[in-house]
């Protein structure tokens, strides 16, 4: 956290970039392309109507394979 703050304005912007540092960390270590992950986040979370639509996103939750 602290790294991060190094190259951020405030430390909201620091705890953004962290988490979503952490979703490319774990996108990778699921086998899924993070580029291609957030593309699929991005245009099915505006869609989203309930919370088990979220969690569904999770990388953990998504098939390396279709990612």
Partial sequence: M??????????KGAESSAALYSLIVIARS???NPFLYF???FTRLPKAQ??????SMQPWQLKPEAS
């Fill in 50 to 55: 309930s919370i088990a639509e979220i969690e």
């Fill in 2 to 11: 602290q790294q991060s703050r190094m190259f951020a304005d405030t430390v």
């Fill in 39 to 41: 593309k699929e986040i």
């Fill in 30 to 32: 699921a086998g899924i």
